[in-house]
């Protein structure tokens, strides 16, 4: 089994709907949550992160940590086709040492 | 402008031909890292550096070489490639606190294929 696990998709939805993205994950010792977005022939670049559980927003991002589940989300509302990237989750004990999803892409239909 | 930079983005190249993938970062950053990226198996960190003549293995260091003479530069040397080293690189850094509250600045990745 996997320590992160994702679903790889790939999801396409229409412009202006709401996606939620998941991850789950079997160390309870991870502690610090990111979410990545890696666009077509680019490296990923850090989206969001959190500490713990909870939720936090960024504009139309919100992501949410639920430790006791050991389950993470990653919500976009007024979904734009420049949303269209595939989306990493990374999480880490603090150790330095990431762990990533095998990353879910993400098509938005105009 | 701040950013990590790999050469070549693509190297098509024959089993036992000893290749170097070179990477730069111009932001002053301790901790770099590579990473090979495959379909169903995502980021697999190869081999990562503290700082300056400090280097670790990630979880699948076979087959490859690194060294930190620079704290700049981070190499990657694979001194005999094999088919199954054919893949997606990408090296990253981050500042000296740390991946977990920094976040990793990727290059645009290498395309390597190993016939």
């Known amino acids: 089994q996997k320590e992160v696990e994702q679903d790889p998709g790939p999801l396409s939805v229409p412009e202006g709907a709401i996606v939620s993205l998941n991850c789950t994950y079997s160390n309870s010792a991870f502690q610090y949550f990111m979410w990545y977005r890696q666009y077509s022939r680019k490296g990923p670049e850090l989206l969001m992160y959190?500490?713990?559980?909870g939720n936090k927003e960024d504009g139309r991002f919100t992501a949410q940590v639920d430790k006791s589940s050991k389950y993470i989300s990653l919500f976009i509302r007024d979904s734009q086709p420049s949303d269209s990237a595939t989306y990493l989750c990374a999480m880490t004990t603090g150790n330095e040492k990431l762990t990533f999803g095998t990353g879910t892409r993400l098509t938005i239909i105009p | 402008e701040a950013q990590v930079t790999q050469n070549p983005r693509y190297l098509i190249t024959v089993t036992g031909k000893k290749l170097t993938v070179t990477c730069s970062q111009n932001m002053n950053h301790e901790y770099m890292s590579w990473y090979r990226q495959d379909p169903g198996l995502g980021l697999r960190q190869i081999y990562y550096?503290?700082?300056?003549?400090?280097?670790d293995k990630g979880d699948v260091p076979e087959g490859y070489k690194v060294s930190r003479k620079e704290k700049r530069n981070f190499p990657l040397i694979l001194e005999s490639p094999s088919p199954n080293q054919t893949s997606l690189y990408f090296c990253?850094?981050?500042?000296?606190?740390?991946?977990?509250?920094?976040?990793?600045?990727f290059g645009n990745g290498t395309r390597l294929t190993v016939t």
């Open positions: 550096s503290m700082n300056v003549e400090v280097t």
């Open positions: 959190t500490y713990s559980s």
């Open positions: 990253a850094s981050s500042s000296p606190t740390g991946t977990y509250n920094s976040p990793l600045h």
